[in-house]
């Protein structure tokens, strides 16, 4: 009983936090949100959680690191994960340094915002899970900006996973579990889009017929010639030897 009644003061609380978060985005686009707001802030108050709810882990609960340079949002965030009882957060960060900083602490998963002072996220992610990183760390991005460059440009940095603020948090909750063990995840409507962009975009043309008639020699020299190589270069890279001087005509 005790424990229930723990539980509901604390949703209480996030209830609060993100009346005002609601607040702010009205403020700034708006009365949807405002009403956005509140519907989920009703919806978290009188929320039980299921019957189900998973207990920690067997190799201890997932440690994770919070990134995000307001912390109104964070306040809120991390009510969310330390009411479950297999999430345990380690550290908090209120720009990119920091959270370059924090992963020190070896979390498994970072939870990133994308707009931060002094480094954002993109850069803090390919800092932590770039291409050449030795022992990455997996990131999940957090972020209310739904652009696609951002997607991109955060899974090109190392990112294993892009989910929305306006989530719900079993979402949130069970996109950090995705994560943390090791799969990737988008959010459903950046996924929708990228299978649509893709959908649009036109299949590879038939290679024309005269293709067919050239060399393999013929076809490596018209790669390179694609690719722009001068005459010289396309000779140094198939190794064509070129005479030191011409020929000249014999004399009588």
């Keep these: 009983m005790a424990a229930e009644l723990d539980r509901r003061i604390s949703l ?14 009205a403020a700034r686009v708006g009365p949807y949100w405002s009403l956005a707001g509140w519907v989920r802030v009703l919806y978290l108050f009188f929320m039980i959680r299921p019957e189900g ?3 920690p882990r067997a190799g201890g609960p997932i440690r994770v690191v919070l990134a995000d340079d307001q912390g109104l949002v964070r306040t809120g965030l991390r009510l969310v994960l330390e009411a479950e009882p297999d999430i345990e957060l380690v550290a908090e960060a209120a720009d990119g340094l920091q959270t370059v900083e924090a992963a020190r602490l ?11 002072p002094n480094l954002d996220g993109i850069e803090a992610t390919r800092r932590l899970a770039g291409s050449g990183v030795p022992d990455p760390v997996r990131v999940l991005v957090l972020t209310t900006d739904d652009v696609d ?3 991109f440009a955060a899974l090109r940095a190392g990112a294993c996973g892009f989910l929305l603020k306006h989530a719900s948090p079993e979402a949130l909750v069970e996109a950090v579990r995705t994560v943390a063990a090791g799969d990737g995840l988008i959010a459903p409507a950046v ?18 017929a005269e293709l067919e008639r050239l060399t393999e020699r ?3 020299v018209l790669e390179l010639v694609a690719r722009g190589r001068s005459n010289a270069e396309i000779a140094r890279e ?8 011409r020929p000249t005509s014999a004399g009588p």
């Design 149 to 151: 460059e951002y997607v």
């Design 12 to 25: 209480a609380v996030l209830g609060t936090v993100l009346a005002l978060m609601a607040a702010q985005w």
């Design 53 to 55: 709810s998973r207990e």
């Design 106 to 116: 070896r979390p498994d998963l970072v939870l990133m915002d994308i707009r931060m």
């Design 191 to 208: 996924t929708r889009r990228l299978i649509a962009e893709f959908a649009r975009t036109p299949a590879a043309p038939t290679p024309p």
């Design 218 to 220: 013929e076809r490596e």
């Design 238 to 245: 198939l190794v064509v030897g070129r005479p030191r001087s």
